[in-house]
């Protein structure tokens, strides 16, 4: 089945306001950039995000944060947005805040139809207590908190119960996807990613390189094409880097290893021969 489709526009076309979405991404880090900028132009409103943080400033999901189109957000970490904060402490967004491993685990659990699951992350604080507040009023009253988790006992050892995340749509970003669906990540863009992608009930991809099934080598699939339902191809330089630190350099690079392995490898043939 060819999954792959004409534009981002298209792809998000059906994402109704008040759709839960999970995002990948960490930071600027492999965010599908080119489907957030379709719901921005769609209108689509009073969002749901799941994802590692909402945005960093104005960029990412935060252009939808920005233009008030998320009502609440998942994340476990937010300290790069100074508008979720504004939000927040305002009463305009509901925040969720859970342990980044949690989170991972929580995604992909949800992917694979476990429904809950006890991890030793948060026992003894406030996440597995309750009390966090993830809703202010406009005078800046705590109006909602979270609710306390159960905590077993295995082993000896305290474990506090956390439930699976499920989204209405999963939308990622990944180097390489074929006609079929299966994508692979690039390096430290593989984040979050798949674990959105399985989590998504209706999973969206926009992906750099479209290739023919067959053309990814099965081990090298990092989310298989069962959990995807579109693609879209778009332009591998609309990445974006979140903060840039480079340095001069002051001599020549080294050889690469795989040049300077294949020398090793010559030589010793020599010497074999």
């Not at 790069?80 to 989170?103: C, D, F, H, M, N």
């Not at 604080?125 to 306390?148: C, H, K, M, Q």
């Not at 000896?156 to 995340?165: I, K, N, Q, S």
Request: net charge negative; proline share 6%; with cysteine.
């Amino acid at each position: 089945m060819d999954k792959v489709f004409g534009s981002a526009r298209e792809a998000v076309a059906d994402i109704p306001d008040g759709a839960v979405l999970a995002v990948g991404g960490f930071g600027l880090c492999g965010v599908p950039f080119a489907l957030i900028d379709a719901l921005l132009e769609q209108g689509t409103r009073d969002l749901t995000t799941i994802s590692n943080n909402c945005g960093v400033e104005d960029q990412a999901l935060g252009v939808l944060l920005y233009a008030g189109r998320i009502r609440r957000t998942i994340s476990s970490f937010v300290g790069g947005s100074k508008e979720v904060a504004r939000l927040y402490l305002s009463g305009e967004l509901e925040v969720e805040l859970t342990p980044q491993g949690t989170l991972a685990e929580r995604l992909r659990c949800g992917g694979i139809g476990i429904p809950a699951f006890y991890t030793p992350t948060g026992v003894g604080t406030l996440v597995a207590e309750g009390g966090i507040p993830f809703r202010y009023d406009a005078e800046g009253n705590v109006v909602a908190t979270s609710e306390p988790k159960e905590v077993r006992v295995f082993d000896g050892h305290p474990y506090v119960l956390e439930t699976a995340l499920t989204a209405d749509f999963g939308l990622v970003r990944a180097a390489t996807g074929d006609r079929h669906g299966n994508l692979w990540f690039h390096e430290s863009a593989r984040n979050f990613n798949p674990l959105a992608g399985m989590a998504g009930r209706i999973t969206i991809a926009e992906v750099e390189e479209l290739v023919e099934p067959g053309a990814i080598r099965p081990e090298d699939v990092h989310l298989p094409g069962v959990f995807v339902d579109r693609l879209v191809v778009v332009d591998p330089g609309s990445r974006k880097i979140e903060k840039r630190t480079t340095r001069p350099r002051t001599e020549p690079a080294d050889a690469p290893p795989a040049a300077a392995g294949e020398e090793a490898t010559t030589a010793a043939e020599e010497g074999d021969a």
